[in-house]
C-alpha cells in the first residue's frame, strides 16, 4: 500500500491533476462509464443487493450521472480565486480566496449504494484537482469488482486508483499517510477510520446515519404522505440507508388510521406476499439478516407486530414491518434499523416530539408531514439534524445546491455539487501587497513613538484613513 500511496503522491506533486482540462478529462471519462457500462452497473447491483433495476437506475446511475454533469458545468466557477475586500490597514493590497486540492485522499464506500458512494465523492475529489484511492465494499463484491475491471478504462490511473479486499487491506490502507479520508458507513468503523486518521493529523469527512426520525401530523393528505413515506422507507434498498425513516412519531389518536394507511399501501406496492416482489431488495448478508430478526425476536416485541413480519432466510428477504408502541429501550429503538422495520411511537400531543428526538443522538435526518407552517418553523428551529424534508423523504439528497452530511455522531462533513468540491479543497488565502505606499506608512516600523502610536491605533480601529 505504501508504493502505491508514494506512486500516486509523486503523480500529485508534477501538477498533472491541476489543470482545468485534466479534471474535465477524468470527469467526461466518468459519465462515459456511465453510460457505457450502466447494464454491468445493474448486474453488479443485482448480485449485490438484488436491488430493483428501477431502484438501482434512480437513485445510484442517474443521481451519479446528474452530479457528474453538474460538475462539468460548474467547475470552471469553482476554481476561479473568490476577491474579498481588503482592509484599511493592510491598503494598497488585494485579497483573494483560493481554492487549491488537497493532494492525495482516500475514499472508503458503504455496500448499501455501492455505486452511487464510490461515484459521487470521486467526482468531488478529481473535480478540486485530488489524487484518489478508492475502497469499495467487500460486502458488495460484484459491484467492487466492477469498478477494479472498468473504472481503469475511463480515468487516469496514474493519478486514480481502486483497491480491493477486506479488513486487512482497508487497514492497511488506514495505516498511510492521507491528505483526506472519506469514509461511508457506521459510526463503529468511522470511530476506527478517525482514530486512524488523527495520527497523521489527517483531516475526514465521515458520512454515516442514526435513527431518522418521521413525524406524521393529523392533518396531512394521508393517501399522499403515507406513500411518500413508504418509498422513501421500503423503495430505498429495502429500509438499508442511511437517510431512510427509522421510526414514526405519531399520536395516540392518529395513530389507528396511519397504521390502516400503510397496510394499504404496502399492498398496493408489493402485493399480498412481499417476499415475492421483485420490487424489494434483498438484506445484503446472513449477518445483516440475523441483526434485523434479533430485533424482531426480542422478548415483548412479537406482539407489537401489526403488519408484516414474515421472513426467508434462505433468500435473505425479510417483509417489510410495522410495529406499534413498541418499548423505547428496546434494541429497535436503541441501535438504527438499516432495514424494512419501522416502529411507530406514540405520544400525547404531537410537540412532544422534540423531547423524543433531541433525546438521541442527531440524526442524518429528520421528516414531517404537516400542513401547519407553525409546527413546520418550530420543526426547523428545534430539531437537530443534518438534514430536514417537509412532507416527503430522501429527496433532499437529490439537490445539488444543498450539502448533504450528517451531525455529531451522523457525521462530519457534507457534499454533493460544490460542497464536495469544497470538501476535498483547501481554501489558500492569498494577500498581494504594492510598494507605492510604503513611505507613508512609517508608523509601522520601529523606533515606535508616541506619535507612532496614536496613528498606529488610528488606523486598526478603523477611525481615519487619511494618514495613507
Known amino acids: ?78 476554481m476561479k480565486p473568490e476577491k474579498v475586500p481588503s482592509l484599511i490597514a493592510t491598503f494598497s493590497s488585494t485579497a483573494q480566496i483560493v481554492p487549491e486540492p488537497l493532494g ?11 455505486f452511487a458512494l464510490i461515484i459521487d465523492p470521486l467526482i468531488g475529489a ?11 465494499s467487500e460486502v458488495a463484491p460484484s459491484t467492487s469488482a466492477f469498478f477494479a475491471k472498468f473504472l481503469p478504462h475511463y480515468v487516469d490511473t496514474s ?124 438484506i445484503v448478508s446472513s449477518n445483516h439478516f440475523t441483526r434485523l430478526t434479533d430485533f424482531l425476536d426480542e422478548e415483548n416485541i412479537p406482539e407489537k407486530i401489526v403488519h408484516g413480519g414474515g421472513r426467508d432466510e434462505k433468500h435473505l428477504k425479510i417483509a417489510p414491518t410495522v410495529l406499534l408502541d413498541v418499548p423505547h429501550d428496546s434494541l429497535i429503538m436503541k441501535d438504527e434499523i438499516f432495514g424494512p422495520l419501522l416502529p411507530i411511537i406514540t405520544v400525547e400531543k404531537l410537540e412532544d416530539c422534540f423531547e423524543l428526538i433531541n433525546s438521541r443522538p442527531k440524526p442524518l435526518a429528520a421528516y414531517l408531514f404537516s400542513k401547519n407552517k407553525r409546527l413546520e418553523e418550530e420543526f426547523v428551529q428545534k430539531v437537530f439534524a443534518g438534514g430536514i424534508l417537509i412532507n416527503d423523504v430522501a429527496l433532499h439528497v437529490a439537490n445539488p445546491h444543498l450539502p448533504f452530511g450528517g451531525v455529531g455522531e451522523s457525521g462530519t462533513g457534507a457534499y454533493h455539487g460544490k460542497f464536495s468540491f469544497d470538501t476535498f479543497s483547501h481554501k489558500k488565502a492569498v494577500l498581494s501587497r504594492g510598494y507605492a505606499t510604503e513611505m507613508r506608512i512609517r508608523a509601522r516600523y520601529p523606533p515606535y513613538t508616541h506619535h507612532k502610536q496614536i496613528i498606529l491605533r488610528r488606523i486598526i480601529d478603523g477611525v481615519s484613513s487619511h494618514f495613507f
Open 1 to 78: 500500500m505504501e508504493t502505491l500511496v508514494n506512486d500516486l503522491r509523486r503523480s500529485f506533486q508534477t501538477g498533472k491533476t491541476m489543470p482545468y482540462k485534466w479534471r474535465v478529462a477524468q470527469l467526461e471519462g466518468i459519465l462515459r462509464l456511465m453510460n457505457e457500462r450502466e447494464k454491468e452497473i445493474m448486474e453488479a447491483l443485482w448480485s449485490d443487493l438484488a436491488k430493483p433495476r428501477t431502484e438501482a437506475y434512480l437513485h445510484e446511475i442517474s443521481l451519479s450521472k446528474a452530479g457528474c454533469k453538474f460538475a462539468l458545468k460548474e467547475l470552471k466557477n469553482w
Open 104 to 114: 492525495v485522499v482516500l475514499v472508503i464506500s458503504a455496500w448499501n449504494y455501492p
Open 126 to 136: 478529481v473535480a478540486a484537482g485530488n489524487a484518489v484511492v478508492l475502497k469499495p
Open 159 to 282: 493519478c486514480i486508483q481502486v483497491v480491493e479486499g477486506g479488513v486487512t487491506e482497508t487497514s492497511e490502507l488506514l495505516e498511510q499517510k492521507w491528505d483526506k479520508i472519506f469514509y461511508t458507513g457506521s459510526g463503529t468503523v468511522g470511530r476506527i477510520v478517525m482514530a486512524a486518521a488523527a495520527k497523521h493529523l489527517t483531516p475526514v469527512a465521515l458520512e454515516l446515519g442514526g435513527k431518522c426520525p418521521v413525524v406524521f401530523d393529523s392533518d396531512v393528505n394521508l393517501k399522499v404522505a403515507v406513500k411518500r413515506m413508504a418509498i422513501g422507507k421500503w423503495g430505498c434498498n429495502n429500509g438499508q440507508a442511511c437517510i431512510a425513516p427509522d421510526y414514526i412519531i405519531t399520536t395516540k389518536s392518529f395513530a389507528p388510521k396511519l397504521v390502516d394507511a400503510l397496510k394499504e399501501t404496502l399492498k398496493e406496492f408489493y402485493g399480498e406476499d412481499p417476499l415475492e416482489s421483485a420490487d424489494l431488495s434483498r
